[in-house]
Nanobody, 121 residues
Framework: QVQLVESGGGLVQAGGSLRLSCAAS????????MGWARQAPGKEREFVSR????????KYTDSVKGRFTISRDNAKNTVYLQMNSLKPEDTAVYYC??????????????WGQGTQVTVSS
């Protein structure tokens, strides 16, 4: 089973940037679709972005299109989420996971422990 550890979160002002990392261990992620989701206080966890095995297909929720970029480095067993032009509504705990498909919200295994992103206005 793949273990996932997210990092890179923090406190940033609106308009700022953060780069999240998701380091995998226990198994290579090179054969898996990977992605990010987030959960804001009092809300359900929601899809943010997914990336195909090769990285050629990426999906984003509408609210982050043009601001967030997902990428992967299979050699480092790591997935990234570059977040630019951050808004207060991006405040949430961000999680990464292995997905069954780039077109599906269904995950394989467990979520990581998450990393907190807080955007101040």
């Amino acid at each position: 089973q793949v273990q996932l550890v997210e990092s890179g979160g923090g406190l940033v002002q609106a308009g700022g940037s953060l780069r999240l990392s998701c380091a995998a261990s226990g198994r290579t992620i090179s054969n898996y679709v990977m992605g990010w989701a987030r959960q804001a206080p009092g809300k359900e966890r929601e899809f943010v972005s997914r990336i195909s095995v090769s990285g050629s297909i990426t999906k984003y929720t509408d609210s982050v299109k043009g601001r967030f970029t997902i990428s992967r480095d299979n050699a480092k067993n790591t997935v990234y989420l570059q977040m630019n032009s951050l808004k207060p509504e991006d405040t949430a705990v961000y999680y990464c996971a292995v997905y069954s498909s780039v077109y599906s919200d269904s995950i394989i295994g467990s979520w990581g422990q998450g990393t907190q992103v807080t955007v101040s206005s």
